[in-house]
């Protein structure tokens, strides 16, 4: 079923896998092509559609760090409700700091939320720098 307000090319945008860390067992790949909302879990990537994508941009000065949170709002037709895919980027901007050329990604972890953010589903993993 074909929506207007649905962006496919927002797709090209969204990893197609985090991971989770498994301690000294090392990690696990998990697809976020599939439904975070508790009561679905359809792993059905067809069904899934993103809507729109929102980015927050909070400094903290004390840690000399930046976070950047990128929010895209995912429809899913096995439920026929809406979550939030938050990817939450941790920048060092230390310009202190000999080692770092331009921006330097300390890690990058992916949540879900449902479409209103009032309930955390939890994290998922966290995202490969490449």
């Given at each position: ?48 559609h993103p809507i729109k994508k929102e980015i927050e941009t ?35 901007n230390d310009s202190e700091s000999e080692n770092i050329e ?29």
């Amino acid at each position: 079923m074909k929506n207007t307000k649905y962006n496919p090319d927002l797709w090209d945008e969204i990893p197609s896998y985090a991971f989770m860390a498994l301690g000294r067992r090392g990690r696990e790949q998990i697809s976020l092509r599939e439904c975070f909302i508790p009561s679905c879990n359809s792993t059905d990537g067809d069904k899934l559609h993103p809507i729109k994508k929102e980015i927050e941009t909070k400094q903290i000065p004390e840690k000399k760090v930046q976070t950047i949170k990128k929010k895209y709002l995912i429809h899913c037709d096995e439920c026929s409700q809406d979550f939030h895919l938050i990817f939450e980027q941790y920048v060092n901007n230390d310009s202190e700091s000999e080692n770092i050329e331009g921006t330097d990604i300390i890690m990058e972890k992916v949540y879900a939320t449902d479409a209103n953010d009032e309930e955390n589903y939890g994290e998922i993993g966290f995202i490969q720098q490449k």
